[in-house]
């Protein structure tokens, strides 16, 4: 498909997609956190941007609805477990991290605690005060003061989305606000995003009626918006794509093809039911293998040696493009 094509379907999604909800107040929380994490380097600088690193990280699934008035919608597996693990090891590099994430997906620093955490956590001390449970203490506390210091320093945006239709938007609105800051952005796009969907002018308005028989449903493809956040809204951003199959066999074949076709500078392959041992990262430098090794606290999760690794990538990419 040549890239007008490309470019065409992609106007012709936006213009259809149903407006953000307070988009204004997404650009303003995106531009003071951009600007927080950036200071003027003088007049004899050419740029404005201190050479401060953020990376938008995208996580969970993005919904599609079936109706207008939404009652129904497709969604899929993703738990956010991924996303949210990574943004806290980059925040742990020194990175300000914008977290695209579906709504009610996992949280960073809430991974340890358990699934029901006001239920499970808490216990009356008496009738007028509440107590975190002993056993969830240490787990409580550590979540609590990590958070804080991320939101704190201004190291930490939360930008939640449900449908595929925000999710784009968002992306497109975080691309664009990034665009000044060059090769020192990243975009590590581990949200698991549909690739069919019904076009909103297409779609009823209203909740589909269930007396009618068998439902027919035709989805169209949604557009790929890699090589559009490539060659147009963040030319310059270090970009990370993801590649999930269920069919091992074919995995690292498909990450290649999705190195060379979207020009990102790495892809990270996994497999559906061993995602969380370990991922192959795809780049032109080779395939490394990323693997969690439960011998050691910190590496006992595979996000911990990966964001290492992408970090370290992402660093040479600034050096050579400063050279
Ligand atoms: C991923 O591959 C993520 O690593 C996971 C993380 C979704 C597997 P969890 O959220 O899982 O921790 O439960 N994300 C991208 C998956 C995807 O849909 N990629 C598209 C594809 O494979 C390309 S954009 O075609």
């Known amino acids: ?62 919904t599609v609805p079936l109706e207008q008035r939404c009652v129904r919608y497709i969604d899929n597996f993703s738990s956010g477990n991924r996303g949210a693990a990574s943004t806290e090891n980059f925040v742990k590099a020194g990175y300000a991290v914008i977290f695209l994430y579906r709504r009610g997906t996992c949280q960073p620093y809430c991974r340890s605690l358990p699934d029901d955490p006001f239920l499970e956590c808490f216990e ?3 009738k007028r005060n509440i107590q975190v449970h002993a056993s969830h203490l240490e787990a409580v506390k550590l979540a609590v003061m990590d958070h804080q210091a991320a939101v704190a320093d201004g190291r930490l ?18 691309a664009t606000a990034l665009k000044d800051v060059g090769s020192c952005s990243m975009f590590y796009l581990a949200a698991a995003v549909s690739d069919f969907y019904v ?17 027919d449903i035709r989805l169209a493809q949604v ?3 890699l090589s559009i956040l490539r060659s147009n809204w963040a030319p310059n ?54 693997r969690r090794d439960c011998d050691k606290p910190d590496e006992s999760i595979v996000e911990y040696n990966l964001i290492r690794l992408i970090v370290d990538r992402h660093s040479t990419y600034i050096k050579e493009s400063h050279s």
């Open 124 to 126: 009356f001390r008496d």
């Open 199 to 215: 076009p909103w002018e297409s779609m009823t308005e209203h909740k589909i009626e269930s007396g009618s028989g068998p439902l």
């Open 157 to 174: 945006l939360k930008l939640p989305f449900s449908t595929i239709y925000e999710y784009l938007q968002m992306l497109r609105l975080i």
């Open 1 to 62: 498909m040549s890239s007008e094509v490309v470019e065409d379907e992609i106007s012709s999604f936006f213009e259809s997609s149903p407006p953000l909800k307070n988009m204004d107040g997404i650009i303003k929380k995106l531009n003071r956190f951009i600007k927080l994490n950036s200071s003027s380097r003088g007049e004899n600088h050419q740029s404005d941007w201190r050479e401060e690193d953020r990376v938008c990280v995208t996580s969970g699934g993005t």
């Open 237 to 290: 951003a270090f970009c990370i794509s993801f590649k999930l199959e269920t069919d091992s066999k074919i995995l690292i074949e498909k990450a290649t093809k999705a190195l060379q076709k979207y020009k990102v500078h790495a892809v990270v392959a996994s497999e559906l039911s061993t995602r969380k041992e370990e991922v192959v990262v795809v780049s032109s430098s080779g395939n490394v293998v990323v």
């Open 223 to 225: 557009p790929k918006m």
